[in-house]
């Protein structure tokens, strides 16, 4: 009797943490700051980033995700004056596969290295290298409140758009 009390309160005490941690990454909350540098090695700042809305996209640059950066630069190149979008690399300090993917596809966008995934981690609360977390888009309005999370490749391209007008039109992403 007393192994089956100890299994229910370890399991209740899981099921407890993961609802915090769940919590703590849930929408709705202000995007931490942070500072990356680009491929350029230009530093951006995201608390520098006035009067726009925000897209953080943590990618490890895998297949999926190379075949529908042309999607995210399309949005870009569309809605660039309202929205800007932060690819964040998941491969740790490896630039030249970045920057190889940048320059086939052609992507215009900012990509930021996040060398030790501090950044990563403080956004989905974890980091394992050369992997994207199940979390891996912050859709951040102007105010810099992070108002949808979701995991891209796995949105279609109507999906973004349409996260990307509520975002620019001031209502909460659904």
């Given at each position: 009797?007393?192994?089956?009390?100890?299994?229910f309160i370890l399991v209740?005490?899981?099921?407890?943490?993961?609802?915090?941690?769940?919590?703590?990454?849930?929408?709705?909350?202000?995007?931490?700051?942070?500072?990356?540098?680009?491929?350029?090695?230009?530093?951006?700042?995201?608390?520098?980033?006035?009067?726009?809305?925000?897209?953080?996209?943590?990618?490890?640059?895998?297949?999926?995700?190379?075949?529908?950066?042309?999607?995210?630069?399309?949005?870009?190149?569309?809605?660039?004056?309202?929205?800007?979008?932060?690819?964040?690399?998941?491969?740790?300090?490896?630039?030249?596969?970045?920057?190889?993917?940048?320059?086939?596809?052609?992507?215009?966008?900012?990509?930021?290295i996040d060398p030790d995934?501090?950044?990563?981690?403080?956004?989905?609360?974890?980091?394992?290298?050369?992997?994207?977390?199940?979390?891996?888009?912050?859709?951040?309005?102007?105010?810099?409140?992070?108002?949808?999370?979701?995991?891209?490749?796995?949105?279609?391209?109507?999906?973004?758009?349409?996260?990307?007008?509520i975002l620019i039109t001031?209502?909460?992403?659904?």
């Amino acid at each position: 009797m007393r192994i089956k009390k100890t299994i229910f309160i370890l399991v209740i005490s899981l099921l407890l943490w993961n609802c915090l941690k769940a919590k703590e990454q849930s929408s709705n909350r202000i995007a931490p700051s942070f500072s990356l540098k680009e491929l350029t090695g230009k530093k951006v700042i995201l608390k520098d980033i006035k009067n726009k809305s925000v897209i953080i996209w943590f990618t490890n640059l895998c297949g999926g995700c190379q075949a529908n950066m042309p999607t995210l630069e399309k949005m870009y190149k569309q809605y660039k004056k309202s929205v800007e979008i932060l690819a964040i690399s998941q491969l740790g300090k490896d630039t030249v596969t970045v920057k190889k993917a940048v320059k086939e596809l052609k992507i215009t966008f900012p990509f930021l290295i996040d060398p030790d995934g501090k950044v990563c981690k403080l956004y989905s609360g974890e980091y394992v290298s050369n992997t994207c977390p199940l979390n891996n888009i912050y859709f951040i309005d102007k105010n810099g409140i992070i108002r949808d999370i979701s995991h891209y490749p796995g949105l279609s391209k109507e999906e973004l758009e349409g996260k990307i007008k509520i975002l620019i039109t001031g209502g909460i992403v659904k």
